[in-house]
Antibody, heavy 118, light 107 residues
Framework: EVQLQQSGAELVKPGASVKLSCKTS????????MSWLKQMPGQNIEWIGN????????GYNQKFKGKATLTVDKSSSTAYMDLSSLTSEDSAVYFC???????????WGQGVMVTVSS | DIQMTQSPASLSASLGETVSIECLAS??????LAWYQQKSGKSPQLLIY???RLQDGVPSRFSGSGSGTRYSLKISGMQPEDEADYFC?????????FGAGTKLELK
């Protein structure tokens, strides 16, 4: 069974950074891209970027370049996303999701709420 | 970026009623269109990909159709468990973009 388990909720101060994790199981991590997505309360879903589990190759939504950095640890089948210089606009739920061969998101993590507040 | 305009923003349906949700892309997306269901407080779940292909495990009352710039999701026979938000997503061009969502409630 494919599972994506994300780290817990974060409360961070403005200007700080946060690193989110997404630990996977039930499939060959190095054969798939992992995507990260953002959903603000009651709002649309935004695609942040993809990272390939095999070699760490990345592709980003231009809107999130400089804000998000994606990495992977193949040894633990875990994907990470660093968010930097956080502002209130970064308060949202962040999801990791596996990217299928049709470039759709076929398995999702449970999501993690990031709250930016002093 | 490709804009995805979803309609209606909300609707309510009676048990057993057939429901349709539409998505209009700002340019042709060659059937690279997916539909997701998101229940309150949960992560989205893939229902339909490639415009009309049913994801494994999804009930057959869900179906997708369309071409070019216009796509639709149909639920043939509303069930209580179908109460959720529904989103479309294009994967034709980067960045992938989503519609704003349709809130479906049981009347």
């Amino acid at each position: 069974e494919v599972q994506l388990q994300q780290s817990g909720a974060e409360l961070v101060k403005p200007g700080a950074s946060v690193k989110l994790s997404c630990k996977t199981s039930g499939y060959t991590f190095s054969n798939y891209y992992m995507s990260w997505l953002k959903q603000m309360p009651g709002q649309n879903i935004e695609w942040i970027g993809n990272i390939y589990g095999g070699n760490g190759g990345t592709g980003y939504n231009q809107k999130f370049k400089g804000k998000a950095t994606l990495t992977v640890d193949k040894s633990s089948s875990t994907a990470y996303m660093d968010l930097s210089s956080l502002t209130s606009e970064d308060s949202a739920v962040y999801f990791c999701a596996r990217l299928s061969s049709y470039h759709v998101f076929d398995y999702w993590g449970q999501g993690v709420m990031v709250t930016v507040s002093s | 970026d490709i804009q995805m305009t979803q309609s209606p923003a909300s609707l309510s349906a009676s048990l057993g009623e057939t429901v349709s949700i539409e998505c209009l892309a700002s340019e042709g997306i060659s059937n690279d269109l997916a539909w997701y269901q998101q229940k309150s407080g949960k992560s989205p779940q893939l229902l339909i990909y490639a415009a009309s292909r049913l994801q494994d495990g999804v009930p057959s009352r869900f179906s997708g159709s369309g071409s070019g710039t216009r796509y639709s999701l149909k639920i043939s026979g509303m069930q209580p468990e179908d109460e959720a938000d529904y989103f479309c997503q294009q994967s034709y061009k980067y960045p992938y973009t989503f519609g704003a969502g349709t809130k479906l409630e049981l009347k």
